[in-house]
């Protein structure tokens, strides 16, 4: 029986529900951890199988020498959920290959990326017995939901976990064949927020007018937090950010992202940002979205009431130098004291992850410039920030005291999070060629702890 091929076996991969927010899909989170663990052991690693309180780590080893560096690679098996459904072009567990690319749930966030470096090492390995540099992988199935129970897991195996390096492509390219290093993320504060009025829906025609209606309070409240130019009004929401170096904001001016390319991405009839200014605010930028406002009627027709509560929920992305836990306290103070007494308002602060910077200039970070030349000829390497969240970024550099180089594989029309999820084939191959250049330039010019 010939044994299948590198794309056969993503196809595999890819076919596991591994949808690590519902609990209906608990036994395929599993398999596809099992799954992994096992082609890991074929592959010539040394690969264990780690319980946590949530979904299993995959942690795996290379051939280990003392007197050489550490690198871990880390990645995530789980995936969003797959809905709406009805949106797909195919099952979204059932992968498909059309003009170069691969659709399916999870294909670039984040199997596509990481089985690509997983190629890269097991070709290596075969072909001379070894490695350039000691390899830790480090592949969990929480990912996508906040990474819950890794920094324990992290802290519990801290010195066996000892590395100077962490490689993570779990980002973007700036565009088709031009890959990117990305040395800062935003951070992340989630907060939700809820009006309680009456203690019961009421007829709007007997009680409107002498009642607060909780959805037009939290309407203005929302609005409170805007200024007509789009800047926060929160009172030092601001405060702590790092302005940005010449060099990168004339090095921004020859990437392939403009405001043109953003509305045909998005699909939007006009940018609220021209110019430069596009990726000024995106990675310039600290923001404070609305997620959802929801109260009320909700089904079809009308219901003339005045609901009993209304609910909202935010989410800021933070530049590095702001303090997630501050700017949560003061965006709390700020709606407090927009709140009316007609009403009560409760207060929850979610998830949140501080922002991530890595010197561009560093050892590290110029041999990974390197290897994505080699990787992808004709490519010029671009260095750029990025305006998502990896939390567990900033744990690695507590825990393990280690930066990481994020080298992403996926391209921005991959529709990451959305129906319809995809990945080149071309890049299982790229993705192995970076990895191998990666791995042998910083056996020479990484970082020394």
Sequence with gaps: MNPLSPVDEFLSFLRFQSVSTDPAYQSQVQQCAEWLHQWLQSAGFSSSL?????????????????????????????????????????PPFEPTIHNGLITARGASDNKGQIFAHLLGLRETLQKTGDLPVNVILLIEGEEEIGSKHLEKFLLENKSSLDCDTVIVSDTMMVGSSEPSLT??????????????????????????????????????????????NQRIAVEGF????????????????????????????????????????????LWLLPTLELNGVYGGYQGPGSKTV????????????LLPGQDPEKVGERIERHLRQQTPNTVQITIN????????????????????????????????????????????????????????????????????HSPNETFPVAHLEFGMRLNQALLRKLSYNGNEK
């Design 50 to 90: 780690h319980p946590t309180e949530g979904h299993p780590v995959v942690l795996a080893r290379g051939p280990f020498k003392p007197d050489r560096k550490t690198v871990l690679i880390y990645g995530h098996y789980d995936v969003q959920p797959p809905d709406p459904l009805d949106l797909w072009n195919s």
């Design 183 to 228: 040395y800062a993320m935003r951070g992340i504060l989630g907060i939700e927020f809820s009006i309680q009025g009456p203690v019961r829906d009421l007829h709007s025609g007997l009680f409107g007018g002498i009642i607060a209606n909780p959805l037009k309070v939290i309407s203005q409240l929302i609005a409170s937090l805007y200024l007509p």
């Design 238 to 281: 601001y405060d702590g950010i790092l302005p940005p170096k010449p060099w990168e904001l004339e090095e921004w001016k020859s990437l392939p992202l403009n405001e043109s390319y953003f509305q045909q991405l998005t699909g939007v009839p006009q940018m609220e940002a021209q110019g430069q200014e596009v990726l000024e605010r």
């Design 306 to 317: 005045i609901p009993s509560e209304a609910h909202a929920k935010i989410t800021c992305r």
């Design 349 to 416: 602060r979610g998830h949140g992850g501080g922002a991530y910077s890595l010197d561009p200039d560093s050892p590290m970070a110029l041999a990974a410039v390197e290897a994505m030349k080699e990787a992808f000829p004709g490519a010029k390497g671009y260095r750029v920030r990025d305006g998502a969240t990896i939390p567990i970024l900033a744990t690695f550099k507590k825990v393990l005291n280690a930066d990481s180089l994020l080298i992403g594989l996926a391209l921005p029309d991959s529709r990451i």
